[in-house]
């Protein structure tokens, strides 16, 4: 199979600027999340800490138990086994499909496919691998539409798909029909069935097919016709993960995917060209496009880019190496410039650079923060890749805030308004924050030996799958 995951202890005699005493933190910030998801939301998707009951959003339709899947592979790695051992009890007995219920194809395939594809390759327990195929089975029918780019909306008992109503003219969205590849590869090589990896791999074809306004690629792409909907280009919310998924695919493929490779450094270069840009304070920010126009507005959720930019330095093209570090590093300063800027040290949703402003939020409706991770997860990328200490303080910086003003006596909590003292709870402990948030602050604080990028890549819900090798061929197949 793959190597196995080693223990997360430093080793006898090594010493590190952070260690042992952050672990124990993220452990504790683990256990106080996932204990009162137990005591007052078991078996629901995600808790409300402050009401202390459960909370479930309509992405995941009658589907239950998104914190529980979602936390598996966090708790197996801080190694809390008996809480493992339970979450796992649940999974075999309760986790059902099931349900005559609509659900967001994307999140559910990041949340729940990724979570037992994990959770299997950590653990070896096959009822994982059973529960990941079975859901990868019933998401199949989404790709039923003319072009073979999923809907983003699916009725798991029926099979009917469709696309969110506000979607730019029925049009299914760039980061959720290009955050499947992952995944779909490790269903067709744990399953024997190639239709899962046929079906990620049409899309790239769809895409490759189709002219890019500058080399980039449009948010909006209608799955009848096959043409891009309204030129909106972003490297935050709807276009994300897309980019992610490119390079990630180059690396889980032993680095043999080549047509991943190139379609990542072109899109990279465009978005240098386009929508890189440098505050007159000397920040670097990634811009939105529409038609041609920038918006100098960056979301938490494109925060992540200093971390892919870094881990796809390695195979740059052009001797490219540090060029793309350093644009890792200057995104990871910004986004910390974010936090750094508000009253309680948590960045908001979305942060601006115009009328004299600089990586801060102007509106009201940006000012909320949800727990999110992008900022941590690129400050963990920056740490393996350079062990440039500072990700470790700006990392600690979070978990301070964190503890002042996200822990409630019912879990953890997002917050309103970053920039007012007097905090005011969203009263959502979100699934991510404990798959996410708290898995890459532990692996932050972790030797580089626990889940080595060689051996892992993780997927953009945090979920760790391992690097296939052409010669790993279907070793699984004897498990079917």
């Known amino acids: 199979m793959t190597p196995g995951i080693p223990s997360p202890a430093l080793p006898p005699g090594r010493k590190e600027q952070r260690g042992p005493r952050q672990h124990r933190s ?33 992405l995941f339709g009658n589907i239950q138990g998104a914190t529980i899947v979602d936390a598996l592979d966090t708790l197996y790695i801080m190694e809390m086994k008996e809480e493992f051992k339970e979450a796992k009890e649940w999974v075999e007995k309760n986790l059902d499909f099931n349900v005559n219920a609509e659900i967001s194809v994307f999140e559910v395939n990041i949340r729940f496919v990724g979570g037992l594809l994990s959770a299997y390759y950590l653990s070896g327990e096959e009822i994982f691998r059973k529960k990941a195929v079975e859901l990868g089975e019933k998401l199949l029918p989404a790709f039923n539409t003319p072009t073979g780019i999923p809907w983003a909306l699916l009725n798991i008992k029926s099979g009917i798909g469709r696309n969110w109503p506000w979607a730019s003219g029925g049009s299914s969205i760039l980061a959720e029909f290009g955050t499947l590849h992952l995944e779909f590869i490790h269903l067709s090589h744990l399953s024997g069935n190639p239709l899962f990896a046929e079906k990620v791999m049409n899309i790239r074809k ?37 980019y992610e998924y490119l390079l990630k695919a180059w690396l889980m493929s032993g680095k043999t995917d080549e047509e991943g490779r190139k379609m990542y450094y072109d899109a990279v270069q465009a978005i240098e060209t386009h929508l890189i840009r440098k505050s007159s304070g000397g920040l670097t920010y990634i811009a939105e496009w529409k038609g041609g126009l920038l918006e100098h507005k960056m979301g ?57 402003v600089e990586a801060i939020a102007t509106r009201q409706n940006e000012k909320y923060y949800i ?28 978990v301070e805030a ?60 945090a979920h760790p799958l391992p690097v296939l090798h052409k010669d790993d061929g279907n070793k699984e197949e004897n498990q079917k």
Request: one cysteine or more; proline letters at 4%.
């Open 206 to 242: 769809v895409l490759n097919r189709l002219d890019k306004p500058e080399g980039l690629y449009p948010n909006y792409l209608n799955p009848s016709s096959g043409q891009w909907g309204q030129h909106h280009v972003s490297i935050g919310g709807l276009g994300d993960s897309f």
């Open 371 to 398: 727990l999110r991770p992008e900022v941590i997860e690129t400050y963990m990328y920056m740490w393996r890749l350079t062990h440039d200490p500072k990700y470790r303080q700006w990392g600690w910086e979070a």
């Open 26 to 58: 993220c452990c504790c910030m683990m256990k106080h999340a996932w204990d009162n998801y137990k005591r007052y939301a078991w078996g629901l998707n995600e808790l409300k800490p402050i009401s202390k009951q459960g909370h479930s959003s309509n």
């Open 402 to 461: 964190l503890e002042k003003y996200c822990r409630v006596d019912g879990g953890y909590s997002g917050i309103r308004d970053v920039y007012n003292n007097h905090q005011s709870h969203d009263d959502v402990q979100q699934s991510f924050f404990l798959s996410e948030t708290l898995k890459y602050l532990y692996l932050l604080f972790s030797e580089d030996d626990l889940l080595p990028f060689e051996h892992w890549v993780f997927n953009t819900e």
């Open 300 to 356: 938490h959720l494109t925060c992540f880019a200093g971390g892919m930019f870094a881990l796809g330095a390695d195979g740059a093209p052009n001797d490219k190496t540090g060029h793309h570090i350093e644009l890792g590093a200057e995104i990871a300063r910004t986004c910390h410039e974010s936090y750094d800027r508000t009253s309680m040290k948590l960045g908001p949703e979305a942060f601006r650079f115009d009328g004299g």
